[in-house]
């Protein structure tokens, strides 16, 4: 299968993967250090981004090969894959956006929405598994 035929299936996750990047990249308001909504809301949203960008590649990648199968290729791929856009906002952030700020903290969040979304995956597939294992 060519690229643009498996790309298809990942379509939500690109495009979230966009909306992820152009969020990442805007000037946000002045809160006086306090963080947008609340101090702290800045990791808690790359957090949230990179659980459902995770989430979304897992949909992606399910109704690819029609069914449920567990590889650990696919879950580095993933892990790979959003450790790679993650490290590259906070490149565009320290290097081209000198009204954002390149953080570690962003990368380690970011890493944790990842890993909060694999840890939702094997949960599902394994509650899926048995599902059908018990029938």
């Known amino acids: 299968m060519n690229i643009l035929g498996q790309l298809k299936y990942q379509l939500w996750a690109v495009i979230w993967a966009i909306v992820v990047v152009v969020l990442c ?6 809160g006086n250090g306090t963080g947008f909504f609340f101090e702290g809301f800045d990791k808690f949203a790359h957090m949230g ?3 459902v960008l995770t989430i979304l590649l897992f949909y992606g990648k399910i109704r690819h090969q029609h069914n449920y ?5 696919t879950i ?9 856009l993650g490290a590259g906002i906070e490149m565009l952030q320290w290097k081209f956006f000198n009204y954002r700020s390149a ?5 380690g969040c970011d890493m944790i ?21 018990s029938s």
């Open 25 to 30: 990249s805007i000037k946000m308001p002045a």
């Open 49 to 51: 981004f990179f659980y």
């Open 69 to 73: 199968s567990f590889r650990s290729l």
């Open 76 to 84: 580095f791929k993933i892990i790979v894959i959003t450790a790679a």
């Open 103 to 107: 953080e570690w903290w962003d990368f």
């Open 113 to 133: 929405g990842v890993f909060m979304g694999v840890f939702s995956y094997i949960l599902l597939h394994k509650s899926n598994y048995n599902e059908k294992s």
